[in-house]
Nanobody, 115 residues
């Protein structure tokens, strides 16, 4: 079965950094666009960053210049390097795999930015 397993979340002070990882199994990883979404309390889930099968990346404006998405097709892993974190980055972060009509989600990892 398909599994997307996130890790790397936690509590960090404003200005700090975290790196999220998502390991995929049960899919042909290299074919999928890999996305990171987040959902803050009381807010809709939003797309934070995406990396296509060809390596093209996109970011929501609020994280440009601070977050970097990358993928390792050999390790079947997608990463989200988050620098200069702000309290408004606090959310549950979800890994998502998308290819044609196939779409899968991880269970989420909590990121809390607070002093």
């Amino acid at each position: 079965q398909v599994q997307l397993v996130e890790s790397g979340g936690g509590l960090v002070q404003p200005g700090g950094s975290l790196r999220l990882s998502c390991v995929a199994s049960g899919i042909i990883f290299r074919l999928y666009t890999m996305n990171w979404y987040r959902q803050a309390p009381g807010k809709q889930r939003e797309l934070v960053a995406a990396v296509s099968s060809g390596g093209s990346t996109n970011y929501v404006d609020s994280v440009k210049g601070r977050f970097t998405i990358s993928r390792d097709n050999v390790k079947r892993t997608v990463y989200l390097q988050m620098n200069s974190l702000k309290p408004e980055d606090t959310a549950v972060y979800y890994c998502n795999a998308d290819f044609n009509r196939l779409n899968y989600w991880g269970q989420g990892t909590q990121v809390t930015v607070s002093s």
